[in-house]
Each structure stands twice: as structure tokens, then as C-alpha cells.
T-cell receptor, first 113, second 111 residues
Framework: DVKVTQSSRYLVKRTGEKVFLECVQD?????MFWYRQDPGLGLRLIYF???????EKGDIPEGYSVSREKKERFSLILESASTNQTSMYLC????????????FGAGSRLTVL | QKEVEQDPGPLSVPEGAIVSLNCTYSNSAFQYFMWYRQYSRKGPELLMY????GNKEDGRFTAQVDKSSKYISLFIRDSQPSDSATYLCAMSITTGNQFYFGTGTSLTVIP
């Protein structure tokens, strides 16, 4: 089974701090995704990467950036954290573009004070 | 109007009951339909995956797609306390990078 690992499960940061969320998948998937999940809003796509160094904005990219230097690793960066970025962040991967099944990590719960 | 609508519940049933979870959608281009189960403080895990219309069964779980009504369902037979979780429906078109998720239905199965 594909494993998607999010190294930080719970983080507490202060407003204005730079935050890195790391995600690693171990089955050579081409595509990786970052979502945030909020009550009543469901999952919203932040960024998507279809290959190394390639990225596309999702529905809510403002305040976020991403990095994919290696195929297995996709990082989400909050340049200057704000309280409205308090959320559950979910990383996901899929085998290739057009494949219709996502595999999710366990999530990173970020609280910004 | 949201692309995918899902009743958030919460839904509470006794152990052994049959559970019906539903989603409606507006985009007739959706071809792939998925159900994810998410336990508290965990990421979603794929439960069922269906292409186009019809039924698919896996153990106690049955996924049903009615494209004419733009309606999908997940049935859980002989529900167990371990089925207590949030269930998310998700959909996508044939090609593309977008997945459309429901907001999730919270289910509690009472022993």
C-alpha cells in the first residue's frame, strides 16, 4: 500500500511565523496535492504538483507556496502565518494524472495564535 | 450552488442497523465516484470507488450511483461501532486534476 507521511501531526505557531509542512510518499506517485479541511467547508485544494518542480494553484493558494524538489516530497509553506490559516492540512498523492484515486496522509493540525 | 452536496448529519444509529449515506451533485460530467472514511484526527482513507453508474459491493458496504438523478449512496449493513467516523463522498471527471468533495457526514454507531 502507498504510504503518505506527514511528519508534523500537531503544530502551534504564532502569527507572522514561517511554517513548513512536509509530506513524503513512498510509492513513486507522480502527482501530489495539498488540501485544507475546515468544518462545514470540506476539503479545499491549495496546490497541486504533477511532477518534480511543477506546480499549479488550486482554489485557495493565497498565503501559501509549495516546493517539490524531489518526486517523493511535497512541502507546503506558509510565509507569514495568520490566524485564519488555523486548519487541518491534508497531503495526498496519486499515481499519475488522470488516475482517479487519491491516497491521503494522516493530516497536520495547525493552530496559529 | 456547490458542486457536491452532502448532509453533514450527525447520524446516530444502533449497532446492527443499515446506514444510508448520500450525496447529490450538479455536474453531469462526473464519471468517478468515491467514498472515503475519516476517523477522528486522521486522514481520509478510500472505502469504495465506482466508475459511472451502477452498484458496487464490498463486504458490508455497497456504493450506488444514479447518474440520471445525480445522486450517489453508500449503504452499510450490520453497522458496527468501528464504523463510527465521518464519511466523505468525492467525484471527478474523466480527466483533470480536480476532485470535488462533499463536506462529510458524521456517523456514530451505538453499541
Amino acid at each position: 500500500d502507498v504510504k503518505v507521511t506527514q511528519s508534523s501531526r500537531y503544530l502551534v505557531k504564532r502569527t507572522g511565523e514561517k511554517v513548513f509542512l512536509e509530506c513524503v510518499q513512498d510509492m513513486d506517485h507522480e502527482n501530489m496535492f495539498w488540501y485544507r479541511q475546515d468544518p462545514g467547508l470540506g476539503l479545499r485544494l491549495i496546490y497541486f504538483s504533477y511532477d518534480v518542480k511543477m506546480k499549479e494553484k488550486g482554489d485557495i493558494p493565497e498565503g501559501y507556496s509549495v516546493s517539490r524538489e524531489k518526486k517523493e516530497r511535497f512541502s507546503l509553506i506558509l510565509e507569514s502565518a495568520s490566524t485564519n490559516q488555523t486548519s487541518m492540512y491534508l497531503c495526498a498523492s496519486r499515481l499519475f494524472s488522470g488516475a482517479n484515486v487519491l491516497t491521503f496522509g494522516a493530516g497536520s493540525r495547525l493552530t496559529v495564535l | 450552488q456547490k458542486e457536491v452536496e452532502q448532509d453533514p448529519g450527525p447520524l446516530s444509529v444502533p449497532e446492527g442497523a443499515i446506514v444510508s449515506l448520500n450525496c447529490t451533485y450538479s455536474n453531469s460530467a462526473f464519471q468517478y465516484f468515491m467514498w472515503y472514511r475519516q476517523y477522528s484526527r486522521k486522514g481520509p482513507e478510500l472505502l469504495m470507488y465506482t466508475y459511472s453508474s451502477g452498484n458496487k459491493e464490498d463486504g458490508r458496504f455497497t456504493a450506488q450511483v444514479d447518474k440520471s438523478s445525480k445522486y450517489i449512496s453508500l449503504f452499510i449493513r450490520d453497522s458496527q461501532p468501528s464504523d463510527s467516523a465521518t464519511y466523505l463522498c468525492a467525484m471527478s471527471i474523466t480527466t483533470g486534476n480536480q476532485f470535488y468533495f462533499g463536506t462529510g457526514t458524521s456517523l456514530t454507531v451505538i453499541p
